[in-house]
């Protein structure tokens, strides 16, 4: 069993950056695939990123490619998302999650993941 705990959301004006964290315990994430995901409010959950904990192959959405990026600390057994240029269609609750079938690549399902956070918010002002 793994327990995911999210980390560092909060108020930013459009333009700043947040980092979040996404610390494991229970195991390491070893061969895992981690995700996050958004909620927005009246939305539908949505991928943003996920990166593969053994050898780092990361996949992005379109809407965040080139202003967010996802990395990892193995020592730490901590994954992060750094998101630069926030914009207010940022704005949501993100998600940390974890998928432990081993693939060639990271899913953007959120059914392909069996371990989830409880979301910290993230809030973009104009």
């Known amino acids: 069993q793994v327990q995911l705990v999210e980390s560092g959301g909060g108020l930013v004006q459009a333009g700043g950056s947040l980092r979040l964290s996404c610390q494991a315990s229970?195991?390491?994430?070893?061969?895992?695939?981690i995700g996050w995901f958004r909620q927005a409010p009246g939305k539908e959950r949505e991928f943003v990123a996920a990166i593969k904990w053994s050898g780092g192959y990361t996949v992005y959405a379109d809407s965040v490619k080139g202003r967010f990026t996802i990395s990892r600390d193995n020592a730490k057994n901590t994954m992060y998302l750094q998101m630069n240029s926030l914009k207010p269609e940022d704005t949501a609750v993100y998600y940390c999650a974890a998928d432990r079938t081993q693939k060639v690549v990271p899913e953007t399902r959120q059914g392909a993941y069996d371990y989830w956070g409880q979301g910290t918010q993230v809030t973009v002002s104009s």
């Open positions: 229970g195991r390491t994430f070893g061969t895992y695939i």
